[in-house]
């Protein structure tokens, strides 16, 4: 990274040279040919990376947007959905639920936690008229991942008229996805994670089944009309003016995803994970997840009686290094290295003697550690 600010933060991520390079070309005209092009290769590339069966569409707007689309097009005033709530963006499946009329039937788990197959199993047996399941793949703010490819077969048993809707937002293209289009019925992603874009674009990848449930469904967006995107997209438009730059550097996202190869990108990205959970532990730092951990963000707790805050705050200042501080319930009591993108060993042992000199700075004490020696395992 060669910026004098070095993001580690679960988004926005640094953007690569070479994709603000690509996103520099002359502006296209959203309606031109030269743009179709672009936004026909973009709709192909997203299809080999999510593997999946139709084209996915592409929003102009942040995730949030993908994801209460998701339930406007499929979904009616009175409906019935099931929401996994481990953490603030579960806690957002139940905003917007509730926002949109339907009758939300929260399934509580505890920050730090995931949800089970067995949880889920017995949280759908009560439960008979489920139009809807949705949850994320990680909880960001809590740097867990849940373990979807256990979860979805199970949705699928004991609810096999309900969709099942995944926020991939911050785990796509650090791990593979939990499942295809047979156990997921929509797939939500965002730019502004590990596809090293800016903010203002999310993509949303339909099932067949999600297809059918949409054109069933009363209209109730004309921004978001799923069936005026997917309308559009036979001549390789939007509806609306899209996201004209960002979809060009998405184009040039998927040529570096291309060219590392998908397999070698989420082995990066454990070791990543691994090395800054291996750290942090010998310096004796409770993490926020022991188990199931996210590959794409890690998160610990400061020393006993230091503020979370003022440690990101020297971080900042005095390496020029931002992480991230916790959200809702772990606000001002966590700090979450984001480790997604344009990450290398070298930028997170960068990160991780930060805050080792940072916490010695606060008059903090903790181990001798080689770094670099403890590096070594994971390039």
């Not at 339930?71 to 509730?98: C, H, M, Y």
């Not at 067949?208 to 997209?233: C, H, M, N």
Request: overall charge neutral; aromatic content about 6%.
């Amino acid at each position: 990274m060669t910026s004098e600010q070095q993001l580690l933060t679960p988004g926005p991520t640094t953007i690569p040279q070479r994709i603000l390079r690509a996103m520099e070309l002359p502006r296209l005209h959203h309606r031109s040919e030269e743009f179709k092009k672009e936004f026909r290769e973009a709709t192909d590339g997203l299809r080999w990376l999510l593997g999946w069966d139709s084209d996915p569409l592409m929003l102009a707007c942040s995730g949030s947007g993908a994801m209460e689309a998701s339930l406007l097009n499929t979904t009616k005033p009175g409906d019935e959905i099931v929401t996994v709530s481990a953490g603030v963006f579960g806690q957002r499946w139940k905003a917007i639920g509730e926002r949109l009329g339907l009758i939300v039937h929260e399934m509580k788990i505890p920050w730090g936690d995931v949800v089970t197959k067995e949880k889920m199993a017995e949280f759908l047996s009560s439960r008979s008229n489920i139009r809807a399941v949705c949850m994320q793949h990680c909880e960001t703010s809590t740097t867990a991942l849940h373990p979807l490819h256990e979860v979805l077969p199970i949705i699928r048993q004991q609810a096999p008229s309900a969709l099942t809707i995944v926020d991939g937002i911050s785990s796509c293209v650090t791990t593979p996805l939990p499942g295809d289009s047979t156990v997921i019925d929509i797939y939500i992603a965002g730019s502004q994670k590990a596809f090293m874009l800016p903010p203002g674009l999310s993509m949303v990848a339909l099932s067949q089944t999600a297809w059918k449930r949409v054109e069933q469904t009363p209209k109730r967006s004309l921004y978001f009309d799923f069936e005026l995107a997917r309308e559009s997209l036979k001549t390789d438009q939007t509806p609306w003016t899209p996201a004209t730059t960002l979809v060009v550097g998405l184009n040039e996202a998927i040529r570096i995803f291309k060219e590392d190869g998908l397999e070698h990108i989420y082995k990066r990205h454990s070791n990543l994970s691994a090395l800054a959970r291996k750290v942090l532990t010998q310096l004796g730092l409770r993490l926020v997840v022991a188990e199931h951990p996210s590959p794409s963000v890690t998160g610990f707790y400061p020393p006993s009686g230091m503020s979370a805050d003022n440690l990101r705050k020297v971080i900042f200042e005095q390496h020029g290094i931002r992480l991230a501080g916790g959200q809702g319930l772990f606000k001002k009591e966590i700090i979450r290295i984001g480790h997604m993108g344009l990450v290398e060993i070298n930028d997170l042992v960068a990160g991780l003697q930060a805050i080792i000199n940072a916490i010695h700075d606060l008059g903090g004490s903790l181990p001798s550690l080689n770094l670099e020696q403890l590096a070594q395992e994971y390039r």
